[in-house]
């Protein structure tokens, strides 16, 4: 809404029609702001902090199973935003829509990948504090690796990647500290690490959920970097303006 519509609806609608129209037009122009950007932000970094360290006390009894974690939600998750929730996303332009949306399921499917295959060898089973503490910081140094090196042979820009990647470290630096403390916690012990594991799959989820959440604002981080980049859906290009 511009100021000359404010104007029009004065004249037209009064004094309380103008007060409406001015705070729609005084909202959305908040919205749109860079500060209003970076409060949303560092709000959601809060929150998610708040509900990761809130899971890690939501664990329920002794009483956690093999099938517990083969089946765990996270899996189903991310199936949920794989397949059903990230190809509804809708960005600030087409070009910016089709590489963001590629980038997460890249980011989705590979951890899919990667968890999978660490609790289907069941390795972890066997294993005492340190070395679940080392091997979970290998799985999750190799699934970071894994996703940036497939976005960029997708044709992913740097820039993207590198956003993405500056708006997650804090985040997984907050998971690698509570992965190590559940790790190393005599609370957390069972038999064949089947709580340790089930408790640490509960953060992991909540990094997904970050970096999904998180994905708008990075995205409308980017100033510039995109403009004349172009790629091809469905036989047809899309140029970033």
């Known amino acids: 809404m511009e100021m000359q519509d404010l104007y029009t609806m004065l004249e037209k609608y009064g004094i309380k029609g103008f007060i409406f129209g001015f705070l729609i037009f005084l909202g959305r ?5 860079k500060w209003f950007s970076e409060w949303w932000s560092k709000s959601t970094d809060k929150f998610i902090e708040f509900f990761m360290k ?3 006390k939501e664990i329920p009894g002794n009483e956690i199973s093999e099938s517990d974690i083969l089946n765990h939600d996270i899996f189903n998750y991310i199936d949920f935003w794989t397949y059903s929730k990230v ?12 590489i963001f949306k590629k980038y997460l399921t890249i980011f989705l499917k590979s951890y899919k990948r990667d968890l999978s295959d660490y609790v289907q060898s069941k390795a972890y089973q066997n294993m005492d504090q340190s070395q679940l503490w080392k ?6 140094n190799k699934t970071v690796w894994d996703y ?3 976005c960029e042979e997708s044709g992913i820009p740097k820039i993207i990647i590198l956003k993405m990647k500056s708006k997650n470290n804090d985040t997984i630096t907050l998971t690698i500290d509570l992965i190590e403390s559940i790790s190393n916690s005599q609370f957390y012990e069972s038999e064949k690490n089947f709580l340790k594991m089930y408790s640490i799959l ?3 989820l909540s990094i997904l959920e970050n970096t ?3 994905s708008q604002s990075v995205c409308n981080s980017i100033n510039g970097q995109l403009k004349g980049l172009s790629v091809m859906e469905n036989g047809r290009t899309y140029t970033e303006p």
């Open 29 to 33: 122009t908040l919205i749109k702001s």
């Open 54 to 56: 809130r899971k890690v």
């Open 87 to 98: 190809p509804t996303f809708q960005f600030s332009t087409d070009y910016r829509t089709i």
């Open 135 to 140: 091997s979970l910081l290998e799985l999750i």
């Open 148 to 150: 940036e090196r497939e």
């Open 202 to 204: 509960n953060i992991l």
């Open 212 to 214: 999904i959440s998180n």
